[in-house]
């Protein structure tokens, strides 16, 4: 089993900046990929932004240019600097831990971005 705590979410007027991490522990020996998603109310989960073991990384277009996810592999943490905030940002992120061929998820927190 592994286990996922996220960290960092929080209310932020637009324009400002946030860092979620994401710690994972327990048997972890075939980490594939650390990520974020998030959620916001009525619609359905999406992608973030997502580091896989290798270091390469995947971003949604809507936070190209704003968002940067980085990593301790040292500490199993996956970190999500989030810049130049918007209204539409809005959301519970989540994150994702991909060890070998399961999923495990964090019980989210929520980020508010007012206007």
């Known amino acids: 089993q592994v286990q996922v705590v996220e960290s960092g979410g929080g209310l932020v007027q637009a324009g400002g900046s946030l860092r979620l991490s994401c710690a994972a522990s327990?048997?972890?020996?075939?980490?594939?990929?650390m990520g974020w998603y998030r959620q916001a109310p009525g619609k359905q989960r999406t992608l973030v932004a997502r580091?896989?073991?290798?270091?390469?990384?995947n971003y949604a277009d809507s936070v190209k240019g704003r968002f940067a996810i980085s990593r301790d592999n040292a500490k199993n943490t996956v970190y999500l600097q989030m810049n130049s905030l918007k209204p539409e940002d809005t959301a519970v992120y989540y994150c994702?831990?991909?060890?070998?061929?399961?999923?495990?998820w964090g019980q989210g927190t929520q980020v508010t971005v007012s206007s």
């Open positions: 994702n831990v991909a060890e070998g061929w399961s999923d495990y």
């Open positions: 327990g048997s972890i020996s075939r980490l594939a990929a």
């Open positions: 580091m896989f073991s290798g270091g390469s990384t």
